[in-house]
């Protein structure tokens, strides 16, 4: 993974010691609250419905052992509220029904980011310092900035993959953290790449969509779809470029960025994604961008072409780290074919949360973060601790936050599989449920989220709760299921084949169920948005329609057909039925009024 170098980590430290300059004077009455909202939130500070949201860049998901105990330690020491305030939250929540608030505690996300949701304003320079010491901060994870870059949690060691986007993504990190003219943008501006056959980065969502590609003479670049993002206009990305040299990358995200910040509505936060201008302006925007970046290049000299030699640099940051030697591989490769043949649980992990390599005798293994109890992408402080240790011990040091909210182990040697099964299953980290319907996503919805209509944690867990047979999970297969707790859908229902948006009726707490959507992955098909099977459920319907959808699923499918395949398939009608019948009596009238 990217080692910082000595300006990387004085920037990162320099931006701790500023943002605490700017904390004490706000603090002081110095710093007007106007003024200090900026500032907080581009260092990652949010203000949510009970307390102060810390967002941690993980940029392109990657991460080592030293910060997860780090981010341990934040759980641990300061992810703790203050007790009037978690007072006042368990108050509300009372009288909401149920009380799902977590502290001490991490929270993955699917932008691969760590968030922590308890930390007083008060300790935040004191956060922002333990992280930077390990070189993690919260830059441009908020505000209307270019916004970490994501990329596939396979990059570099997947068997399909022709090239390697992780170099790149660095590139990109360095060159979009604090650009002057884009640290004011009309909206949020979300970039992803892939280098793989199969698009696990979702690209299609995201305001800029890169495929690294090869042309007829073998040359690399970029194919470049914009205008993607979910919310209350769900809109997949438009290819405005087929190929794109790879040197030229930023001198054209430059020219889309800048087009974008020109025309870009500011008047409506509702209207300003660039997805809404690239659907309005159509060719006209293509024009523009393809304008734009001759000037940069033929007036202006390509300024920000990549030389080779930088490329060359911090591609060599990207290599196999050190790994024991491996005495026989092949003896390795056996011996795991008589351990899974003894040991079912075993087999069945390996079969779910074990993936292939493009190296010979690796493999690259995903922990699970999800089960009863525990919200998806919960960890607890001493589960980072646990997961350190297991980073460690099995992984060179190296981990990777994944878009499903899980963590990824990419060195894993396979004769190595077991003990860290043995050790990951007694530290709860050992679920089964990769791709599975219990391996769901979900936003903290209105648990913390001020912005959210309704929550979404509790729904999780009643389906998790509800589904906990193996063999049944086994039987429903490979299923994407997304919870959002409002439309800015950062629980990514759209992309769902079930969603599940939480609404607002009349001060009560709504779901919508869709189906068919799709991240743009080889089993997902295109990225395409799901749609509603019928009026919102109540919370205490939507584990009942969910079971009848998945019964009326199993009831019409063909012999080895995933569900997504049998919803396109069959239409959704057959499931809107399925879903009216399992109304419950005493809400219909409620419902028909949803």
């Known amino acids: 993974m990217y080692q910082y170098t000595d300006f990387d980590k004085a920037f990162v430290k320099q931006r701790a010691d500023?943002?605490?300059?700017?904390?004490?004077?706000?603090?002081a009455g110095k710093l007007p609250e106007d003024d200090f909202r900026p500032l907080r939130l581009q260092n990652g500070w949010y203000v949510q419905r009970y307390a102060p949201m810390l967002r941690v860049a993980v940029p392109y998901g990657e991460i080592n052992s030293a910060q997860i105990r780090v981010l341990a330690q934040v759980a641990r020491e300061y992810d703790e509220p203050e007790?009037?305030?978690?007072?006042?939250?368990?108050?509300?929540?009372?009288?909401?029904?149920?009380?799902?608030?977590?502290?001490?505690?991490?929270?993955?996300?699917?932008?691969?980011?760590?968030?922590?949701?308890?930390?007083?304003?008060?300790?935040?320079?004191?956060?922002?310092?333990?992280?930077?010491?390990?070189?993690?901060?919260?830059?441009?994870?908020?505000?209307?900035?270019?916004?970490?870059?994501?990329?596939?949690?396979?990059?570099?060691?997947?068997?399909?993959?022709a090239i390697d986007p992780r170099p790149y993504a660095e590139i990109l990190r360095?060159?979009?953290?604090?650009?002057?003219?884009?640290?004011?943008?009309?909206?949020?501006?979300?970039?992803?790449?892939?280098?793989?056959?199969?698009?696990?980065?979702?690209?299609?969502?995201?305001?800029?969509?890169?495929?690294?590609?090869?042309?007829?003479?073998?040359?690399?670049?970029?194919?470049?779809?914009?205008?993607?993002?979910?919310?209350?206009?769900?809109v997949i990305g438009t290819v405005i470029r087929e190929f794109l040299p790879w040197n030229q990358i930023m001198n054209y995200i430059e020219a889309i960025v800048r087009v974008y910040n020109e025309l870009g509505r500011r008047d409506n936060k509702y209207k300003?994604?660039?997805?809404?201008?690239?659907?309005?302006?159509?060719?006209?925007?293509?024009?523009?961008?393809?304008?734009?970046?001759?000037?940069?290049?033929?007036?202006?000299?390509?300024?920000?072409?990549?030389?080779?030699?930088?490329?060359?640099?911090?591609?060599?940051?990207?290599?196999?780290?050190?790994?024991p030697v491996v005495a026989d591989a092949a003896a390795d490769e056996q011996a795991l074919i008589e351990q899974t043949a003894k040991e079912p649980a075993f087999a069945r992990w390996?079969?779910?949360?074990?993936?292939?390599?493009?190296?010979?005798?690796?493999?690259?293994?995903?922990?699970?973060?999800?089960?009863?109890?525990?919200?998806?992408?919960?960890?607890?402080?001493?589960?980072?601790?646990?997961?350190?240790?297991?980073?460690?011990?099995?992984?060179?040091?190296?981990?990777?936050?994944?878009?499903?909210?899980?963590?990824?182990?990419?060195w894993v040697q396979v004769g190595q599989l077991h003990a860290l099964w043995t050790e990951a299953k007694a530290l709860g980290l050992a679920s089964t449920n990769v791709a599975l319907l219990t391996d769901m996503i979900a936003c903290p919805g209105g648990d913390f989220c001020a912005l959210a209509n309704a929550r979404s944690l509790p729904i999780a867990d009643a389906i998790t709760a509800r589904y906990q047979d193996l063999d049944e999970l086994d039987d429903i297969g490979e299923i994407d299921l997304h919870i959002s707790g409002c439309i800015n859908s950062c629980g990514h229902h759209h992309s769902g084949h079930i969603g599940i948006l939480g609404v607002d009726k009349d001060g009560k707490?709504?779901?919508?169920?869709?189906?068919?959507?799709?991240?743009?992955?080889?089993?997902?098909?295109?990225?395409?948005?799901?749609?509603?099977?019928?009026?919102?459920?109540?919370?205490?319907?939507?584990?009942d329609v969910i079971e009848a959808v998945l019964s009326t699923y199993r009831d019409l499918r063909h012999s080895g057909e995933h569900f997504i395949d049998a919803v396109r398939r069959i239409g959704i009608d057959p499931f809107k039925e399925a879903g009216k019948a399992a109304r419950h009596p005493a809400e219909d009238e409620e419902a028909a009024l949803a």
């Open 509 to 543: 707490e709504w779901y919508q169920v869709t189906l068919g959507g799709s991240d743009g992955s080889t089993l997902s098909g295109n990225a395409v948005a799901g749609k509603a099977i019928g009026p919102s459920f109540s919370a205490a319907e939507v584990p």
């Open 272 to 323: 300003a994604r660039i997805k809404i201008l690239v659907k309005a302006e159509g060719q006209a925007y293509i024009d523009a961008v393809e304008e734009e970046f001759r000037q940069i290049v033929d007036v202006d000299g390509g300024p920000h072409t990549v030389p080779q030699a930088e490329f060359d640099r911090v591609a060599a940051m990207f290599t196999t780290p050190a790994l």
């Open 18 to 27: 500023q943002f605490r300059d700017q904390l004490e004077r706000w603090q």
């Open 350 to 410: 390996v079969a779910r949360n074990v993936h292939a390599h493009k190296l010979a005798g690796l493999r690259a293994v995903t922990l699970s973060f999800k089960r009863v109890g525990q919200a998806p992408g919960d960890a607890q402080s001493e589960q980072l601790d646990a997961l350190a240790q297991l980073v460690d011990a099995f992984s060179a040091g190296e981990a990777r936050v994944t878009h499903d909210q899980n963590v990824m182990l990419p």
């Open 174 to 234: 360095q060159w979009t953290t604090l650009h002057p003219e884009f640290a004011f943008l009309p909206r949020k501006f979300k970039i992803a790449i892939t280098g793989a056959k199969e698009d696990r980065a979702a690209t299609g969502w995201h305001d800029v969509g890169l495929h690294m590609v090869k042309n007829e003479a073998g040359e690399i670049g970029f194919k470049v779809f914009v205008g993607g993002g979910m919310g209350r206009t769900p």
């Open 83 to 161: 007790a009037a305030v978690f007072q006042a939250a368990l108050d509300g929540q009372g009288k909401m029904g149920t009380t799902y608030l977590p502290k001490n505690c991490a929270h993955f996300t699917t932008r691969t980011n760590v968030q922590f949701n308890w930390i007083p304003l008060s300790r935040a320079a004191d956060v922002m310092d333990l992280l930077a010491s390990v070189n993690l901060h919260g830059i441009q994870t908020s505000g209307n900035c270019i916004r970490n870059t994501t990329t596939d949690a396979l990059a570099g060691i997947a068997p399909d993959e």
